[in-house]
């Protein structure tokens, strides 16, 4: 590699490494507040999976679109949620993105094309399948990714999609987060076959990557982007994975050990962010302390977005019912 390209290839892991670290710090800093009872609503973290929504939203554009799901908050940040709002929001104060109503599954952001995280499983493949639609109708070259877990493939919804999009070629990508656990039951004890190649039944492509390298994420992503693009139409990308932590946070109350330890040990010990770190010193030699230096701005901006939620207003009881109906939400 010649000297430009060594800087462009770290220039871009520092950012893709940034994004990650503002994930994982948004994360660990909820868990933290969960446990200590300030959080009034459930939430799903993502801690562990951050290589794919940042591996994808890295090839994004404006205009570009995502749908998220109960585990969203990693979508929303590496699509550039303001995590102030999102914050404020998981507090249920009235300066959050929903006003304090909707709580973690609920946050969308339509101005940067974040269609909205999503309490249905397999919610956001309509959704996104219609913004896809639309963008086709009006020849705009807007592509949209929908973000699915393993359990939401099993869902007849994403087999409707699939048909459709393809039938009419529309821009989208269909990136199920294969974390091999569908709440507490293991994937494979429920879904047949491989989810990537359900798609090949559609005569669309379905890949499957290694859902801990977010280069190898932004690789499939981009080539399934300049194909939509190119207006040839839908694919799928099964990312796999792995979360840290648990289902929902709280969930040990009624549980029980469903993973074995040595299993949760071994993806540990492949976390993405711990990976990309090393690479970057190892072989792109970024100092320490520039990467101490990004973990530490990015730690301060989650404590300033937690002080600026704990001093927000809660709603109003009488706002209850507000927003409900919009006229116009595009
Ligand atoms: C339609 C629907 N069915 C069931 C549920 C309950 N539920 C919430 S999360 C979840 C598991 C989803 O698994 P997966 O799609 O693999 O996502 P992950 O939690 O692993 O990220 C289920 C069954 C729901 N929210 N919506
Ligand atoms: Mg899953």
Known sequence: MSMTQ??????????LYE??????????????LFKLGKLP???????????????ACSVLRDGDRITS??????????KGADVERMMAELFGRRSGYCKGKGGSMHIFDF???????????????????GAALADRVLDRDNVTIAFFGDGAANQGVLHEALNLS?????????????????EWMRTEDITSGRIADRAHAFGVPGVQV????????????????????????????????YRHLAHNEGEEVFSGVYRPPDEVDSWKARDPVVALRRRLEDVLDVPAA???????????EIELAVKTAEASAFPDPEEALDDLFAERIV
């Open 6 to 15: 060594t800087a462009q290839a770290t220039g871009l892991a520092l950012s």
């Open 166 to 182: 393809a039938v009419w070629s529309l821009p989208i990508i269909y990136l199920c987060e294969n974390n091999q656990y569908t």
């Open 19 to 32: 994004r990650m670290i503002r994930i994982r710090a948004f994360e660990q800093k909820v868990q933290q």
């Open 41 to 55: 609503g459930f939430v799903h973290l993502y801690i562990g999976e951050e290589a794919v929504a940042v591996g």
């Open 210 to 241: 290694d859902g801990n390298d977010v280069f190898a994420v932004r690789e499939a992503v981009s080539t399934a982007v300049d194909r939509a693009r190119r207006g040839e139409g839908p694919s799928l990308i099964e990312a796999v994975t």
């Open 290 to 300: 520039e990467l101490d230096e990004i973990e530490r701005r990015q730690s301060d």
């Open 69 to 78: 799901t109960h585990r969203g908050h990693g979508h929303l940040i590496a």
């Open 111 to 129: 101005g940067l094309g974040i269609l909205g995280a999503n309490g249905i499983v397999g919610g956001g493949i309509p959704i996104a399948t």
